[in-house]
């Protein structure tokens, strides 16, 4: 008997399937890597029917030993992929009963294909939800270490890519933390949904048979059971969802791979990347170019792209199962693994990053970033907030003309722009005077920073 042969719907057909038209349907060469979860899922739909007396203990017995069998043949590489078997489910199916006999045709009572890979795409999503959340709290890690270590680290702050006011080095490390903290709880919220168990729906209208759905959700680790059928075979909103969740993170990481690009370069020159994480130019022999975060940069748009083909594929369905849907795994796939590899080159790229203190500081000193803290002195001293803007405007153009700090002027110079300066106004202009300043929840101040990596390492320690 031919593979073509062994197809369960070949009893209805009067020839064979064209070769081309073959390839055009099958999934098999990717939906493969959905095995282990197929297999899990049939174990547990052979045990529910032998619970509830559809199959025998003998049968059930023989099912499970086949599909161990079969496992451990797909993991040693000697299981033989057919396409003509079209899919990972026909091709496991086949090979069950060719290696078990009749009780392999039984397994598939009460159940169709179309709940079978929603609730395998279901099952693989939800570890690989797991795998990334690891993977994410090990670079929040990172970033605490990080920030830590640099609370007092001062930096130039910057809106609109211009020198704005001082910051800590670990204060903008935290921020990076904020946006990756939220990205691990929408991953979270997004395995709730898709960890529900459509088995059970069959084709699209459930099944004749006495199921017992709830036992086999539990034995699969399921929360909850989808509660119509049609919705269980034709809904995909858990894929879409995760590829919009990662869709944000990646938006995150693209703007840290900005920064870092931007601050390696020797026109900041705030941090040192690691040898081990760039490359050089076949031409240009001083070059180390910033290729991972580069490349982070880059693969937001595949992530973004994964999201709008999910989002598209579903857009003109009718209800129920449509052949449409074999096209979810590779974005879906696709998404999976750009997010993994970006996490892990971030995770080993930001532990080894070598920021550069003295160069952020020197930097801070060039662009006036004290100047609201001169205003706002003026303000304590009396003056209207827009007449001591004002003033500060004044003293800073003369700065300018002068190739001067406003740290670096003199008392006498300072009070020509206004006469309340005292010599207390040094500590003010300083860039650890500036921001020791704003030491409140969510402040820069280096105490805030430590306060907020301590909150933040509790937080990740109580999970
Ligand atoms: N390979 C198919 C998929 O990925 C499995 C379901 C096929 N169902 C069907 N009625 N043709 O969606």
Redesign the pocket.
Known sequence: MTDKDKRPWAGRFTEATDEFVERFTA?VTF?QRLYAEDIAGSMAHARMLTRVGVLTDEECEAILGGLTTIQQEIEQGRFEWSIAL????MNIEARLTGLIGDAGKKLHTGR???D??ATDLRLWLRQQIDDLDGMLEGLLRVLLDLGEAHADTVMPGFTHLQTAQPVTFGHHLLAWFEALKRDRARLADCRVRTNIMPLGAA?LAGTSYPIDRAYTAELLGFDGLAHNSLDAVSDRDFAIEFCACASLLMMHLSRIAEELVLWSSSQFDFIVLPDRYCTGSSIMPQKKNPDVPELVRGKSGRVYGDLLSLLTLMKGQPLA?N?D??E??EPLFDAVDTLADCLQAFTGLLANLEPKPESMRAAALRGFATATDLADYLVRAGLPFRDAHEVVGRAVLFGLEQGRDLSELSLSELQTFSATIDPDIFEVLSLDGSVAARNHIGGTAPQQVLAAVARARAGLDRE
């Open positions: 999934s939906d079209e899919d990972v489910h169709s294909r179309n079978q890979v084709a199962y052949k849907n074999q979810d795994k």
